[in-house]
């Protein structure tokens, strides 16, 4: 099928309209034929269709976090203290690797909801229970290459490019929270 | 060797270091020679190896979807079918594409029987053949178990059954190919794993059956040698053309039965999954596989009927020394040309019996049927080739004036 | 070229007959041939019949049959809003869990989630049908021969039985049905359904809106096969021409 454009040899037939025209209608044939392919291994329609996960708030105390899942990863719901929130909110966050204030990530400043993906390279971040290490500022810290998060979960030391992504997710009721 | 001339810079580049250029320009390019009397049949051997990469490539693709455990195979296939992007396509393609490979195989393999191609020298050529079409249908049956429906489970029952006809070991046999006392998980496993990888042992073998071919180049309508240069015209532009123009009719076939009715050549059983404790009533082949299923139920006997439908496809290995006939092609064998299609009828009344349940006078033709298969090749074809006087042959390929018979002859054996 | 053509002609009437030779049954009836919205190289669903349809399975087969592959998202292609598809879902009870005290519970159905079977498993449908698990619905235009039309004729065919034959008791008598006994009671009656649209419910009406439901439900895919079906079909039928005339092109210049 490709060998048509090959100006070589005696017999060769001269690159005239129809020959363009075949090889043309082929190659843009053969194109659209991968795209089925290409597009089969994109998310199947089941899996798009797994979005939302209901997370029941009541059972969490002050200062606690729990981790549930969410598309396959993991989520962190911290209920915060007063003094995280402070943490959170008292520094400037324009001189922050990934300027985003904390009134930006936090609906509620009593619930930060996180994506628990370090935005490095994929592992998930130490910090969940009280006995793992929580990093410089409080938050959490990443062990594969040592990324620091705050209490807002913004990145503040190491190779995050970015901090820690929020989901979207709604409150449904004081106490229960919807993600996606 | 090629003495190609590449304009491009990069490609020269390539080319000093890695030949490939000249070497497909020698293989299937300009300075491939070829026959330049081949008909229309001869398209079907390059549409056999565009099939090929056909099912490679969606199956592939489906095996990325597909899962091979008994609890889950019908599933995920159903899975595949509405949830997958393009998923119906990829498997109606794989499916349907299955079946028109064989067609298009059958119909190769029918125009070297017509034309003689197996006689010398391109026995090994053909033998080859032989393995890959032995190879296609151990890969079709294994393939047609993975759906887990009721005929892919009573299809794996009764072909795995055929092994207890062995005397002594059979029953080790058909339990070590189980993995178990019956089919089950272990079986799909294996068959998964078996079904994915046999096709590159196609691809193999493809190899080989072209480098035979190119040894010899192709057999011609004819089928007489190639005398010079004057016989042959270049491989591209002519034949790639060509086998272009017959991929684009195949292309309509299949995709009209894809698009328009994929389920035609499937059976409705197999959207029903695998009931180890149920039998379909009917059960039946796929229709690629019905004259092989004829014979095997024509012998009123377990080990016989095995040994029929083994025999069926072997007696082809034996065909250059079976047929006596010192002409290649059917066309000027006035004889033997009514046995060959006389035998294209037998293999057609085979396949429709072996749709047949079999009873009534369906037991009757299908044993005939049989036997008059293994007469042609055992009986007919040496005696036939014996006592035929050939008509003359021509002198070559470019100037086809007539000669003698006998010096034909003399040609063709040389 | 000529004699190709005749041979190749005489090959595809061979696989046709071959293939018509699977057609071949015992004495059961065959299916009446309805024509269907959705036949021919146009076919469509009807949406208004696809929601009717939807209702008699669900006021009336869903009480034995399951309908395995079809998801509560999938009733938006059935032309229900999304609105209306979750309001649906959400009349169901669906089974999840385990919640963090280990247990099972049931919530209101969202569109991911599959439409519940009637039974947990095929033994308790056994159990409660004197034996015959009622079937998955979900394949079973597909899984029968002619299956649109079975399913047809079938759900509207019940008949008398003959003198002859002596029906075995909680069995009914069904010419379309293998062995004519079938397990099944006439599951339709005129008026059994109110439908929304104020189509009469009758039971030939019913019979073939469930058929056109349970048609798409085996093949949600049709429409979109036949459409794609007939760009490609015209896309390789001006390619197959542009083959051809080149490979005349390049052979003339031969001669």
Known sequence: ?180 | MSNMQLKNPILRWIEYRLPIFSFLDDSLGSNYPAPKNLNYWWNFGSLAGIALVLQIVTGIVLAMHYVPHVDYAFDSVERIMREVNYGWFLRYLHANGAALFFLVVYVHVFRGLYYGSYKYPREILWWLGIVIMVLMMATAFMGYVLPWGQMSYWAATVITNLFTALPWVGVNITEWLWGGFTVGNPTLNRFFSLHYVLPFAIVGVVFLHLWALHQHKSNNPLGIDIKGPQDTIPFHPYYTYKDLAGLGVFLLVLAAFVFYSPNYMGHPDNYIPANPLQTPAHIVPEWYFLPFYAILRAIPSKLGGVIAMAASIFVLFLLPWIDTSRVRSTKFRPVYRYFFWFLVIDVIVLGIVGAKPPEGIWILVGRLATLYYFVHFIIIMPFVGWFERPLPVPDSIHKPVLVSAGAAAVEAQR | ?255
């Not at chain 3, 009406?205 to 760009?231: H, I, N, Y």
């Open chain 3, 1 to 255: 070229m000529k004699r190709f053509i005749r041979a190749a002609a005489i090959a595809a009437l061979v696989v046709t007959t071959n293939a018509a030779a699977f057609a071949a049954g015992d004495d059961v009836k065959n299916p009446t041939a309805q024509g269907w919205s959705w036949d021919g190289i146009f076919g469509k669903f009807d949406r208004a019949q696809l929601q009717r349809g939807f209702q008699v399975y669900k006021e009336v087969c869903a009480a034995c049959h399951e309908l395995r592959y079809v998801s509560f998202r999938n009733l938006t292609e059935v032309g229900f809003s999304e609105a209306q598809s979750k309001a649906i879902a959400a009349s169901y009870e669906v089974i999840d869990g385990p919640n963090d005290e280990g247990e099972m519970f049931k919530r209101p159905g969202r569109l991911a989630d599959r439409i519940p079977a009637p039974f947990a498993n095929e033994k308790a449908a056994r159990a409660a049908n004197n034996g015959a698990a009622p079937p998955n619905l979900s394949l079973i235009t597909k899984a029968r021969h002619d299956g649109s039309n079975y399913v047809f004729s079938l759900v509207s065919g019940y008949e008398k039985p003959p003198a002859s034959m002596k029906v075995a008791e909680g069995m009914n008598y069904n010419p379309y049905f293998p062995g004519h006994q079938i397990a099944m009671a006439p599951p339709l009656e005129d008026g059994k359904v109110q439908f929304a649209d104020s189509t009469a419910a009758t039971v030939k009406q019913m019979a073939s809106d469930v058929t056109a439901f349970l048609t798409w439900a085996a093949e949600p895919g049709l429409e979109a096969r036949k459409r794609l079906g007939f760009k490609v079909m015209i896309f390789l039928l001006v390619l197959t021409a542009l083959f051809i005339a080149a490979k005349q092109k390049v052979w003339r210049d031969l001669h």
């Open chain 1, 1 to 180: 099928m490709t060998s048509a454009e090959h100006g070589h040899g005696g017999e060769m037939p001269r690159r005239d309209f129809l020959m363009v025209a075949t090889g043309t209608v082929a190659v843009v044939g053969a194109a659209a034929a991968v795209w089925p392919l290409v597009d089969s291994m994109n998310p199947a329609s089941d899996t798009l269709a797994l979005a939302s996960t209901e997370v029941d708030l009541a059972p969490i105390a002050e200062g606690q976090s729990i981790t549930v899942q969410w598309r396959g990863k993991p989520v962190f719901v911290r209920y915060r203290t007063a003094d995280e929130i402070k943490q959170a909110r008292d520094i400037d966050a324009t001189t922050l690797p990934d300027p985003k204030r904390d009134e930006e990530r936090a609906q509620n400043p009593k619930w930060l909801v996180l994506v628990g993906v370090c935005t490095h390279l994929g592992c998930i971040p130490l910090g969940q229970r009280s006995a793992e290490p929580r990093g410089d500022f409080g938050g959490w810290f990443c062990p594969c290459h040592g990324s620091h998060y705050d209490t807002s979960g913004r990145i503040r030391k190491g190779p995050a490019p970015e901090n820690l992504q929020v989901p979207a997710y709604t409150f449904l009721n004081d106490t229960k929270i919807r993600i996606g």
